[in-house]
């Protein structure tokens, strides 16, 4: 067994593997950046070496500076964990020319399946089905649109080097194939040195299902049955689950074939992931299930996987980089139950998903499921790398009880300042579509309006209010507990009174509310009119609410946890000052540090609602900022190619007069 091992990541991977690998009495060594030099992969490893400044392409993806730290602190292997170098071919060869165990693929087998076009050709090869497309040399744009046109619309631009839903577009007609050509291959360089792309025909219905797939040094390869991971944002995955909702017994075995099928072809060495499309306009069949490509490392998703199996996969990666065989024969290994991740990402999503950054200055997540995270509270969620920042996951013995202790568990999410999607994925598990297994790829911008918009709680508004006034209430579902408000209140009354109203003025995240708030009618019921409603009451546990610790009138924001929102409420008259800016006087503000790579404007040019201005490039995403309303350009500070900071206000749209 390998006795000393370098993680060449950061983040919540880092973590994972050094917690299988301290049980396995591995020592660690960590590698980080300025941006994580307090990060929790750092604390838990065993040693750590700074390898650089924040940007990734001057640290983590600088292999030379990875292995000098393997050498300088003894380190006999090094594990990539995911994104990064992980997929890197000649990395993985330096690694092995040094003399040290690389954790992961041999490099021959990420070369081949890492382009996707020859990955392509070879499945065709080997009898694995794979989906119609053009896979030729070829790259000039005139070309790739007669053959995108010759395959049919719609059809999806994917790089050839891409991974991890970047370097990907769909177009649906050919008046839209340059612009989004041209956008894929500026993203395919960006991330990988690379914008050579291919053409395949868009499935109408598609899941994705993928299958995990292990190989050993000595000939060996097991299947570790499937996960789908249709749901999903901009080819990004969202919620994963292990096995796929409506795949029979003869599907998973065809489809599982051939995954063990293809990983044969490349004599592949570790863990993988043959990632299929399914066309479901049919349900689940295997003649139409296709080869998309493989990921020659860990996903993020191995949880699932690891749950319904009872594997340890990193242990597993572990083992096999030692020389050992695969710990499981095939016959062994089968499906217990059902499990559910959630990726719980620092976004806003009733701002189009752009990243939140920033410190963590509440981070509470639930005790209830398995959570993989790599931060801690107080840490700085850094705008140089990807957003996720913990992964939710659940077990349990049906799909039905999975979704609702995922669903809870996503709800309990207390994390503040910084934004989350957790009610998002809160929405998402609670559609009766999502139970119903009716999930293609295409569900969240289907169901965008409906998945994404505020929804102010009833419960979160009580919470407020009962911290502002210091009123304590005993609020219990069966209603035995009696309502009693303490000594001094501002109501100033006995049991069964009847006082006048309070009434209050506050804001609810920055707009302004007024409301009338009555105590009990009966003994578990609070009265408020507000936000245009009459005596609406509320029955139930109170949210988790958290405010100044100081005498009453309280002073400051009072911030209530609710369904995995985050809520400031701020009681008096207090309202912001001038000089800010808001999207409601046509302000287009930077919404996070990044770099400018395209403008599509010019001041004093006409401008219609949700014509897009221009498109930043932040957190190795690109994120298009539109027209608020009808308009024109009055004012511009915005330049292709320059790096804006948070807050920046890089152009301005005026209302366009009748």
């Known amino acids: ?199 395949e025909k868009y499935i109408e219905r598609p899941r994705h299902i993928e299958v995990q797939v292990f190989g050993d040094s000595h000939g060996n390869v097991v299947h570790l049955f499937e996960r789908d991971c249709s749901l999903q944002r901009r080819h990004q995955k969202v919620i994963e689950e292990a096995p796929a909702p409506g795949m029979d017994e003869a599907t998973r075995e065809a489809v599982c074939a051939a995954a063990v099928q293809a990983a044969k072809a490349v004599d592949y060495v570790g863990a993988g992931t043959i990632e299929f499309i399914a066309d479901a306009s049919e349900g689940l069949r295997a003649d139409r299930i296709w080869f998309m490509e493989m990921n020659t490392r860990l996903q993020v998703e191995h949880p699932v996987t690891e749950e319904i199996t009872g594997v340890d996969l990193v242990e597993w990666q572990l083992r096999v980089a030692s020389g050992e065989r695969l710990p499981k024969r095939q016959e062994e290994l089968e499906i217990n139950g059902w499990a559910m991740e959630a990726r719980l990402y620092a976004e806003d999503p009733s701002k189009g998903f752009l990243p939140s950054t920033g410190r963590l200055e509440h981070f509470r997540l639930p005790s209830e499921a398995r959570i993989e995270t790599g931060v801690i509270e107080g840490a700085e969620v850094s705008p140089f790398y990807d957003p996720m920042i913990a992964k939710i996951v659940v077990r349990a013995g049906s799909r039905d009880e999975v979704i609702d202790l995922l669903a809870r568990a996503c709800e309990h999410v207390e994390v503040a300042p910084v934004r989350t999607n957790a009610a998002f994925l809160g929405r998402c598990l609670h559609s009766a579509d999502f139970r119903a297994g009716r999930v293609t790829t295409s569900f969240i911008d289907a169901h965008l309006t409906e998945l994404t918009q505020i929804e102010h709680s009833d419960a979160a508004l009580l919470a407020a209010i009962s911290w502002r006034l210091e009123e304590f209430v005993a609020l219990e579902f069966d209603c035995r507990d009696v309502w009693e408000p303490r000594p001094g209140g501002l109501f100033g009354f006995r049991l069964n009174a009847q006082p006048a109203p309070a009434r209050l003025s506050f804001e609810r995240d920055g707009e302004p509310h007024v409301a009338l708030v009555r105590p009990p009618k009966t003994d578990a019921y609070w009265s408020i009119s507000a936000d245009g409603r009459e005596d609406f009451e509320f029955e139930g546990n109170l949210p988790t609410t958290y405010g100044p610790e100081a005498a ?17 409420f701020e009681f008096g008259d207090r309202h912001s000052g001038g000089g800010a800016h808001a999207a409601g006087d046509g302000a287009i503000i930077s919404p996070m540090p990044g770099k400018i790579i395209a403008l599509e404007v010019a001041a004093g040019e006409a401008v219609t609602k949700g014509q897009k201005l221009l498109t930043l490039e932040a957190m190795k995403m690109e994120h298009s900022l539109v027209a608020p309303f009808d308009g024109v350009v009055a004012e511009l500070n915005a330049q292709a190619g320059a790096q804006v900071s948070e807050g920046a206000l890089l152009a301005r749209i005026e209302k366009a007069t009748d």
């Open 552 to 568: 009453p009138p309280f002073e400051g924001p009072i911030r209530v946890f609710s369904k995995g929102r985050s809520e400031v």
């Open 1 to 199: 067994m390998i006795a000393s091992l370098l993680i060449a990541n950061r983040g919540e991977i880092a973590c994972r593997v050094i917690r299988t690998a301290r049980r396995l009495g591995i020592r660690t060594v960590a590698v980080y950046s300025d941006a994580d030099a307090k990060a929790l992969h750092v604390r838990e490893a065993d040693e750590a070496v700074h390898i650089g400044p924040s940007p990734a392409r001057e640290s983590y993806l600088v292999g030379e500076k990875i292995i000098a730290a393997a050498k300088q602190t003894g380190a006999e292997a090094i594990h990539p964990g995911y994104g990064f170098l992980s997929e890197n071919a000649e990395f993985a060869q330096a690694v092995m020319d040094a003399g040290l165990v690389w954790v992961g693929p041999n490099p021959k087998s990420i070369t081949v399946m890492g382009l996707k076009d020859a990955a392509k050709k070879l499945m065709a090869e080997a009898g694995v089905p794979v989906t119609p497309g053009y896979l030729g040399e070829d790259q000039d744009p005139a070309r790739l649109k007669a053959e995108a046109g010759a395959i049919g619309w719609p059809v999806l631009i994917k790089a050839v080097a891409g991974g991890g839903g970047k370097g990907m577009r769909r177009v649906n007609a050919a008046d839209e194939f340059e612009e989004m050509l041209l956008s894929c291959k500026r993203e395919a360089a960006s991330s990988f040195g690379d914008d050579r792309v291919l053409i």
